[in-house]
T-cell receptor
Framework: DAGITQSPRHKVTETGTPVTLRCHQT?????MYWYRQDPGHGLRLIHY???????DKGEVSDGYSVSRSKTEDFLLTLESATSSQTSVYFC????????????FGSGTRLTVV | TQLLEQSPQFLSIQEGENLTVYCNSS?????LQWYRQEPGEGPVLLVT?????EVKKLKRLTFQFGDARKDSSLHITAAQPGDTGLYLC??????????FGTGTRLTIIP
């Protein structure tokens, strides 16, 4: 009954290849976010979206792009994967009021070799 | 620059003991949230506090928001192995994006 799903759950890719991660929600929430989680750094915001085709950069956006053509889908693309992008990536959704908190997906573990 | 500092970074205690973890900032937040994350899963919201001095209880967990809305604490009474996990605080200023702390990794030893 998860309202947010991420795919794939695990991926290994080679340096220099493009990679796309998908986040799908069934909650019809306006806001969607992509975070990466690394030891010692916590959760850092990559990009976020506040509506269809409305996106903005977070604090660690270099090397990443996003797209949101439908309310339910938010895609994160690594243009040319590097080893420094090895991480666990989380998608989160929010209805529009921060006080309600974020609902997170289960994450995608990405390894760039 | 990490706006939210959590301490301790790691905490390992015996089942049945009490513990407190802290979330501190030099910035004022309009609300502060606590999440718990288990291995292989995303963070799950535990509580949101919005008023300075507010105290919320969730069974054996007590959350407090500082009077100046710059800090928060999480107190667990009679810790159980099921409390093991990564605890994250996150602050919001207005309706802006959340800023997360680096987390406290808690291990409860049976």
């Amino acid at each position: 009954d998860a309202g947010i799903t991420q795919s794939p759950r695990h991926k290994v890719t080679e340096t220099g290849t493009p990679v796309t991660l998908r986040c799908h929600q069934t909650e019809n929430h306006r806001y969607m976010y992509w975070y990466r989680q690394d030891p010692g750094h916590g959760l850092r915001l990559i990009h976020y979206s506040y509506g269809v085709k409305d996106t903005d950069k977070g604090e660690v956006s270099d090397g990443y792009s996003v797209s949101r053509s439908k309310t339910e889908d938010f895609l994160l693309t690594l243009e040319s994967a590097t080893s420094s992008q090895t991480s666990v990536y989380f998608c989160a959704i929010n209805p529009g009021t921060t006080n309600y908190g974020y609902t997170f997906g289960s994450g995608t573990r990405l390894t760039v070799v | 620059t990490q706006l939210l500092e959590q301490s301790p970074q790691f905490l390992s205690i015996q089942e049945g003991e009490n513990l407190t973890v802290y979330c501190n900032s030099s910035s004022v937040f309009s609300s502060l949230q606590w999440y718990r994350q288990e291995p292989g899963e995303g963070p799950v919201l535990l509580v949101t506090v919005v008023t300075g001095g507010e105290v919320k209880k969730l069974k054996r967990l007590t959350f407090q928001f500082g009077d100046a809305r710059k800090d928060s604490s999480l107190h667990i009474t009679a810790a159980q192995p099921g409390d093991t996990g990564l605890y994250l605080c996150a602050g919001a200023r207005g309706n802006e994006k959340l800023t997360f702390g680096t987390g406290t990794r808690l291990t409860i030893i049976p």
